[in-house]
């Protein structure tokens, strides 16, 4: 088991009877207040001369004194130096936390060349922001990525760390937890807190069916993440007062080389941000008919989704599937295709702005969360709408 070892300075004195206890010169006293330097092997003799119990030595990950474990740490991703919209999310929803839990927000960004985006964060509402900076932590990595995570978590004991759902954020937060021995719940839909402090995680569960809340009351930090386009995105106010800290982190393994990466074109891709989405089921017939899809997505300057059936038909890759085991949005106009509606895609979709279903079944559950309905087949509507939309541009 791991162990981890701190020094709870609103109880230390700066006495020096850990110092002189210590077999290894562990121990400095900086600024009044004893400092655990490099060479500590956890031995426990200072613990055990400290008259104040101001030195704790604890599983790490478990930990009884949770008053220790301070702040919320997000991890805000990147992508070519620009943030992306779900660490400005969780930015939002962390500060909503801490003015309940009456502590502070501090965001990590991980990249190559990303200092500026640490004062961003700050109007962001960040009180303290954590850059990492190294040539390979330019794209994700997970060995580099969870080292430099698990090694600030370690240094500056968050009470709750928050991580995007994205294909990143989903491999990203599981290492770090297993690592940490923590627990982590995935994909939340709701954070809050409960009575005494902990963070309430509701997420659903049982095919969408219930709502599961979950909360971590022994292990530290409490871990969520959390999907993309659920949480109100943080305000940026320019007056807003934080510290930077730059750091370039100390990586020693990592064990994956990234070749190349392919990023998908424009309008197959990037399903989260996207203000108009054109999404295809089971009721094209075949993955040739998906050509309709897209090129009523192109007219309307959207991009391509699709149910579960068509991702697990093989006729569209599982990056575009909207839905409970695939991704949430909330685009401005979501218009489906030949999608029956079931719970599971639902929770992916229903929160957009204004959501067309076109359906020749009048008793598709999609009608019911639709803004516009239009019961008929697709294969004469969807021509018709390009034709009409065409003439229109
Ligand atoms: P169908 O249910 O077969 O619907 C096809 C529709 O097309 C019908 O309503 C039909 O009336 C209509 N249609 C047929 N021909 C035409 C035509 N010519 N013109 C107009 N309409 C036509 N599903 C997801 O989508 N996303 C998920 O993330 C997801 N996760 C899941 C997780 C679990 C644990 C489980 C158990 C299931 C999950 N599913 C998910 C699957 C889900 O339950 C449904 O099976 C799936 O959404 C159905 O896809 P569909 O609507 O394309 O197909």
């Known amino acids: 088991m791991e162990e981890d070892i701190r020094v709870i300075e609103e109880k230390c004195t700066g006495c020096g009877e850990c110092l002189n206890a210590c077999p290894f010169s562990a121990i400095k006293i900086l600024g009044g207040i004893a400092s655990i330097l490099e060479g500590c092997n956890l031995c426990g003799m200072c613990r055990e001369v400290c008259n104040f119990e101001a030195i704790e030595i604890c599983e790490f990950g478990v930990t009884t004194k949770n008053e220790n474990y301070k702040g919320i740490l997000v991890f805000v991703e990147q992508h070519d130096n620009s943030l992306t919209g779900v660490g400005l999310e969780l930015l939002g929803e962390a500060r909503r936390l801490a003015a309940r839990l009456k502590t ?54 968050p009470e709750i760390v928050l991580i995007g759902a994205t294909d990143i954020g989903r491999v990203l937060a599981p290492r770090v937890a297993a690592i940490l021995r923590t627990g982590l719940t995935a994909d939340c839909t709701e954070l809050s807190t409960t009575e005494d402090g902990y963070l309430l995680q509701t997420r659903p569960a049982f095919g969408g069916n219930i709502m599961a809340q979950i909360i971590c009351p022994e292990h530290r930090p409490q871990m969520a993440t959390v999907r993309p386009r659920v949480m109100k995105k943080a305000e940026k106010d320019p007056a807003h007062k934080g510290e930077v800290i730059r750091f370039i982190p100390k990586i020693k393994e990592v064990r994956t080389r990234l070749i190349k990466t392919i990023r998908e074109t424009s309008r197959r891709a990037n399903l989260e941000e996207a203000e108009i989405i054109v999404s295809g089921g089971r009721g094209l017939g075949s993955p040739e008919n998906f050509k309709l899809i897209e090129e009523l997505a192109e007219v309307l300057g959207g991009v391509v989704g699709g149910s579960r059936a068509v991702v697990d038909a093989g006729w569209i890759t599982h990056s575009h599937q909207v839905g409970q085991t695939g991704k949430t949005v909330s685009p401005k106009l979501y218009i489906a295709c030949g999608i029956s509606g079931a719970i599971q895609h639902l929770v992916g979709m229903k929160t957009s702005e204004c959501i067309v279903a076109i359906n020749k079944d009048p008793g598709a559950s999609i009608f019911d969360v639709a803004t516009y309905g239009i019961v008929g087949d697709l294969f004469e509507i969807i021509p018709a709408l390009i034709a009409e939309l065409r003439c229109i541009s």
């Open 104 to 157: 502070d927000v501090w965001a990590v960004v991980l990249g190559d060349k990303v200092d500026g985006l640490g004062e961003e964060l700050i109007s962001y509402g960040a009180d303290k922001v954590f850059v990492a900076d190294d040539s390979i932590l330019k794209d994700y990595q997970g060995d580099a990525y969870s080292q430099v995570l698990v090694d600030l978590i370690k240094k500056e004991h």
